[in-house]
């Protein structure tokens, strides 16, 4: 890891909190900044550092400060802004929290900020660096390839307590939330070609229940469900010609041989899955290391993906 890394967490919730524990274990140097003291409260008796609560842009041009990387985990409906406003402060390598943007139109945007200050800003898909999908990974290397995959982004919904977000939020919950599995399902077999994208309502407005299929640019078939009135839970298949992986739960792995209906689990090792929130640990090292690898998506990759989750959001 370079000497001269320093990072600014933007946020200081939930994830601000599990980004810091893993800079902490990295022992890089790092500032947090939040908009109320009620989060920085929060902050510093857990982590035990204390927050700027202060102007964001003040904080970004001191000169005293002199950051390497931004981490932005704001809230999903500001993350775009606030991307644009890293990005204008001439701090080029940033790291946002999936999906950048609710809209496509404002992830555009943040696109194209990156393109023209030339910033290095990538997206936080953390489950591609679940010790469990790279294990998967690895099988499917040693198989000879992906054949197909099934995936299911069932949400449970009555469990989720949309007052805590905007109606826009709500509506586009897939992209909000369920995009974790959909981005990993398709790192793993490439971006949709040729495909039928369906979906409907169990009860109005919004849409709950998404069916569909395809071929992605790899040659490699999909399909995939999911009924956010209905028991199910995420979940990523993937077929060789000698194996049929299934991550589900997503932290886990279990392998079924071709000519057998066993299933069973496959030994990984998930030591820094358990110690700190799944996948952050490496996605983070990879993002701070001098050239990021191709498992970290970029804001380019992140265009072309929004094109079709909305296509899987609003079906036909």
Not at 38 to 59: R, W, Y
Not at 166 to 189: G, R
Not at 218 to 225: A, E, P
Request: aromatic share 12%; proline share 3%; glycine share 6%.
């Amino acid at each position: 890891m370079p000497d001269n890394i320093k990072v600014l967490i933007v946020g200081a919730g939930y994830m601000g909190r599990e980004y810091a524990k893993v800079l902490k274990a990295l022992n890089i140097s790092f500032d947090v900044f939040t908009r109320t003291k009620k989060t920085a409260n929060i902050f510093e008796k857990e982590i035990g550092v204390k927050p700027i609560v202060d102007d964001l842009d003040g904080c970004l041009n001191n000169n005293s400060c002199n950051y390497s990387h931004v981490i932005n985990c704001v809230n999903v409906e500001s993350l775009a802004a606030i991307t644009k406003t890293i990005i204008e402060s001439n701090v080029l390598n940033i790291l946002v929290e999936k999906p950048v943007g609710i809209s496509y139109e404002s992830v555009k945007k943040v696109y194209e900020y990156a393109k023209k200050f030339n910033a290095n800003v990538f997206v936080g898909y953390n489950r591609r660096y679940y010790s469990s999908s790279i294990r998967a990974q690895e099988i499917v290397n040693d198989d000879g390839g992906l054949l197909s995959v099934n995936f299911e982004f069932t949400e449970w919904k009555n469990k989720i307590d949309f007052s805590k977000y905007s109606k826009d939020v709500e509506e586009k919950w897939l992209i909000a939330n369920s995009s974790h599995v959909i981005d990993l399902a398709f790192y793993f077999a490439g971006e949709p070609e040729k495909f039928h994208f369906y979906s409907g309502h169990n009860i109005e407005p919004s849409k709950d229940i998404f069916v569909g299929s395809g071929i992605t640019t790899n040659g490699v078939y999909f399909n995939y469900f999911a009924n956010w009135d209905a028991p199910g839970r995420w979940g990523v298949e993937l077929l060789t010609n000698k194996h049929r992986l299934y991550l589900r739960p997503m932290e886990k792995l279990f392998i079924q041989n071709i000519n057998s209906v066993d299933i069973t689990e496959v030994k990984i090792n998930d030591e820094l899955d358990l110690d700190y929130k799944p996948g952050i640990y490496n996605e983070v090292k990879d993002f701070l290391s001098p050239a990021p690898s191709n498992r970290l998506k970029t804001i380019d990759d992140q265009v072309t993906s929004l094109k079709y989750y909305f296509e899987i959001l609003n079906g036909k």
